[in-house]
């Protein structure tokens, strides 16, 4: 891979949950960057982050400069993602975002590197759209068993961790832990109840069809990565007290008969994916590979397969899958640098 | 109903998680009590357990009397039913069983009173099996549907709190929590890794076919509960860092083209249930009722209907359970007072 070319790299949302992400990631990864700038609403604007050994100056969004930037990683909701992305690729910068502002947009990939990395070579957009977290965990598995035995429909369920709420969130949850142990009240701000030792079967607002936006978007993103919307997938999507990692239980039938070897024999060869008898998510955050298990087939019916996923969303079900869309990027030699 | 009937009643493995929830339930319901015996292991015998203002010792199981009792709640696992439950039935008594050991007894009536009471009448067995608590959960929202709208298929996804695990997991979860909260080393003794902030996707030993032993309970004793065979049930179990109560996501297709408005009017004339459009496990500890919520037919495939289903384990998914199966017999006639 001929990733040497240094990127001229922007992080908008950069003190952000995820933001940080991003940054740990482009280290870890060795990303080849020329030029690092950060990005944040006009409250964190002025804090210096460290990165590779420097403060790096967050730059407030809405009066920086936008020009000189090859690849920008924006982590900043749908709504900052529609105002402020134009700015980026009218001064020449691709975007990379990770919320959901593009990801129905005919027009913006939407691209899960292991399973569609086609689509950034057929388009010439300079806006590519992450996939929701639940939707890439889901897919890495999915998508090659979908290729290689056929889906009729799916049924999932799933148990997503706090920090894919935010850091209020996460806060409530770590805070209520604290108070419980120490015999105080808990308190709350993001959510309208308890987190801790507690469930939240709902994410995202309600649908007008009785669903959240989360089980919708599990559907639609997915439908449009596969390129193919005839099988039905119904989503129940919980969140659960858990710090880091989505896990996520998944029925799936299949058009073809498969045996249980069969399956693992598809999800040994696929990228991405470890095979574990039973993951669990603290012990996989910051890990980059979306972890399955709990594989099986039915023994009266060969066209029912179950499995349960495991993953890291901030990074495989947001940062990592950025950053890895960038590098395909560079490899195709889109990036301007 | 004429519960006034007074009887000699006795709590095996009184000094246990579920042991102590059949003692708060009795004197709640006022259950009509002339006698109390307590009976435990011999490490917990001699102890003095409160009960309506007096202290009753707890008696040691291996060597104490069993004559003189009407009936006997055993909530003591398997291998200890097995052993000493003929001793109370040779006595005379009727013992009312939360293990798993009579539960697949072709002999021994298997009993969700809002269900199949009528099993009761049918059989003039002195035991009583009282289900597995995620299988009572299910069966309560889950038979009127079944008799209304006849059922294809069921996936379920289960969230289930750590008291269901018995007394060293609830140690396990939040003295795992205190340790976080005070920055020491977590320990565990009853699950194999952290139970706070993480999930375990088994409960149970696994079956030879992949499947963990909960997984198998679930479709079998519904099955048996509902005298039909016909339809697959297909189970995912799942430890989740909750203090109380299961939770449960179902995946229903019925045999008949239903409306949410005909689900919903269903479950609202069904006993046992209450409806709420987002139950919690935290909120919902210490009531008598099945919560669902989430309640939704799906808009292209009138034959999915969707919930989410949260009741108390320890209550009607066990002690409860098994004191409403003991004021059916009362009112039967059945016990011997």
């Known amino acids: ?115 569609n990395a086609g689509q950034l070579r057929a388009s010439s957009s300079r806006i590519i759209a992450n996939p929701n977290c639940s939707t890439i965990i889901m897919l890495l598995p999915l998508a090659p068993l979908y290729r290689a035995f056929g889906i009729q429909e799916i049924v999932v369920s799933t148990y997503q961790s706090v920090s894919g709420a935010g850091q209020a969130a996460l806060d409530d949850l770590l805070g209520q832990a604290r108070a419980f142990a120490q015999g105080e009240q808990e308190t709350w701000t993001h959510y309208d109840r308890p987190i801790f030792l507690n469930l939240i079967p709902r994410i995202g607002d309600w649908t007008e069809d009785g669903e959240c936006l989360e089980e919708r978007k599990l559907a639609r993103e997915t439908w449009r990565i596969l390129e193919d919307d005839t099988f039905p997938i119904y989503a129940t999507t919980v969140r659960v007290p858990v710090e880091r990692c989505h896990s996520e239980s998944i029925f799936l039938r299949t058009k073809r008969d498969v045996t249980t070897r069969e399956v693992v024999a598809v999800l040994e060869d696929a990228p991405g994916i ?64």
């Open 274 to 337: 470890s095979l574990l008898d039973l993951p669990t998510p603290r012990e996989l955050a910051r890990r980059e590979e979306v972890f399955v298990g709990r594989i099986r087939v039915d023994s009266q019916d060969p066209h029912v397969v179950r499995f349960w996923v495991v993953a890291d969303q901030l990074w495989k079900g947001a940062a990592l899958n950025a950053i890895q869309i960038a590098e395909q990027l560079i490899d195709m030699g889109r990036l301007s640098s």
């Open 1 to 115: 891979m001929s990733r040497s070319k240094a990127q001229r790299v922007g992080v908008v949302g950069a003190t952000g949950l995820v933001g940080r992400e991003f940054l740990d990631l482009l280290n870890r990864r060795q990303f080849p960057i020329a030029q690092l700038r950060l990005f944040a609403s006009g409250r964190s604007a002025g804090q210096r982050v460290p990165f590779q050994g420097s403060g790096v100056l967050v730059e407030d969004l809405t009066q920086a400069d936008p020009s000189g930037l090859d690849v920008v990683f924006f982590s900043a909701g749908r709504s900052v993602a529609h105002q402020y992305t134009p700015r980026f690729t009218e001064a020449g910068a691709v975007v990379i975002d990770n919320s959901s502002a593009f990801r129905e947009d005919p027009q913006v990939p939407l691209v899960v590197p292991e399973v």
